[in-house]
């Protein structure tokens, strides 16, 4: 067989699938779940019909004459890099929280218990370390920067400390009695001041970890009772039950950790206080408060 009818033959074919080939559409770009389509090949958008902005040159550099009124963002790229953020990135109070006329309101929920220390008179010389719970509230008017805050609290609390052992009798209408015990439940309202150490603390614009420390001082009213035993026979118990009024001044520290709508805050706190009763006539009652707590909380 001749080589040449071959040849032709073959040439024939590859210009009849050329001109197939050229006269077809091109293949659609491949899609990604979350890519836009022009980073993938697609055509992009003719720039020349974007609306033009005005402009200034100085020099070889070319500035907008308003950055308040950014251009049109049209490429995929644009719109990745220049996604909107929230306001929580621009320290911005957002629209979930109350704001005051200098700043935000805060509200701090919080729950503390610790070790309760008595001094003074001559109750308090027969009372051991005790133990203080209490749990309250307070609302935090910040300052525009959200990094300083004025407090008011309102809490309840309570502390019970036990008797030293071996210690005579008191006289009590008109019987020897033992001490066992005194028991306190308070209601106080306290005024103060916090700041936050590394930016702001309010909720909607803190955005990382961060110290927290206050000071407060405020009163508290309750009633107060004394647990005592007949001396001559145990089994007779009798409660002395008195109004009591208290003085504080406390200090606290806390880290804060920021938690999306809320913010979870613990810490160490320390507390003097004074107190008035008489629960025991004849004898002096009132006594000095030292409190070693820890506290930890909410705040929204």
Request: glycine share 12%; hydrophobic share 40%; aromatic share 14%.
């Amino acid at each position: 067989m001749s080589v040449q009818p071959i040849y032709y033959g073959t040439l024939a074919l590859v210009l009849l699938w050329g001109n197939f080939a050229v006269g077809q559409n091109p293949p659609p770009a491949i899609g990604f779940p979350g890519l836009p389509a022009d980073l993938l090949g697609a055509p992009k958008i003719d720039a020349s019909l974007a609306p033009e902005i005005p402009k200034t040159k100085i020099g070889e550099k070319t500035l907008l004459e308003d950055d308040s009124n950014p251009p049109q963002i049209t490429t995929a790229l644009d719109r990745i890099h220049h996604s909107p953020a929230g306001p929580w990135a621009y320290h911005r109070i957002p629209d979930c929280c109350p704001t005051g006329d200098d700043g935000p309101i805060g509200t701090h929920l919080w729950f503390r218990t610790g070790v309760s220390i008595v001094r003074g008179g001559e109750l308090a010389d027969r009372l051991k370390a005790g133990w203080d719970a209490g749990i309250g509230g307070r609302s935090l008017f910040f300052n525009p920067a959200g990094d300083a805050a004025w407090a008011m609290e309102f809490h309840i609390i309570y502390t019970h400390n036990y008797v030293k052992n071996g210690l005579p009798p008191v006289l009590f209408d008109n019987n020897l009695f033992e001490i066992r015990g005194l028991t306190r439940t308070y209601f106080g309202l306290g005024f103060g001041r916090d700041w936050w150490f590394y930016g702001p603390g309010a909720v909607g614009m803190i955005r990382d970890k961060n110290w927290h420390f206050g000071v407060d001082h405020g009163i508290r009213l309750g009633s107060s009772h004394v647990d005592l035993n007949l001396a001559a026979n145990e089994s007779v118990h009798e409660r002395s039950q008195a109004l009591m009024g208290s003085y504080y001044l406390g200090c606290h520290a806390s880290v804060d950790v920021p938690m999306g709508g809320w913010t979870w805050t613990t810490g160490f706190r320390f507390e003097a206080s004074y107190t008035w009763m008489n629960p025991i006539a004849g004898i002096d009652n009132n006594l000095f408060d030292y409190r070693f707590l820890f506290q930890t909380g909410v705040q929204f």
